[in-house]
């Protein structure tokens, strides 16, 4: 069983919106998370939910950016609005079972492989 299935991205013009979303099959009460890497640069932290309801947001995207939980914490969820071309990447749903805490900016720090779960990764691609 895959443990993160990420659905919802596609190609949008800047301005636009998309929700993300991640089906969850690990343990919820972990500290979960969207990444992100576009060609070229470093992977980065977007946002970062705990499982008090604590949120961390990347500069780049607070205002803009959502993420949230169903209550069975079973879905994970991205909320993108008002997009531009550098949001074009490729999006990854975490959960991480270190010592990170989902509304303190370490959660946005990507986790080491021993201590995380990663999704496959759904394409989002903003044009201008």
């Known amino acids: 069983q895959v443990p993160l299935v990420e659905s919802g991205g596609g190609s949008v013009q800047a301005g636009g919106s998309l929700r993300l979303s991640c089906a969850v099959s690990v343990y919820s009460n972990l500290c979960m998370g969207w990444f992100r890497q576009a060609p070229g640069k470093k992977r980065e932290g977007v946002a970062a939910?705990?499982?008090?309801?604590?949120?961390s947001y990347a500069d780049s995207v607070k205002g803009r950016f959502t993420i949230s939980k169903d209550n069975a914490g079973t879905t994970l969820y991205l909320q993108m609005s008002s997009l531009k071309p550098e949001d074009t990447a490729m999006y990854y749903c975490?959960?991480?079972?270190?010592?990170?805490?989902?509304?303190?900016?370490?959660?946005?720090?990507?986790?080491?492989?021993?201590?995380?779960?990663w999704g496959q990764g759904t394409q989002v691609t903003v044009s201008s």
């Open positions: 975490v959960a991480r079972h270190d010592k990170a805490y989902g509304g303190s900016p370490d959660s946005l720090v990507p986790p080491p492989p021993d201590s995380s779960y």
């Open positions: 939910i705990d499982t008090d309801g604590s949120t």
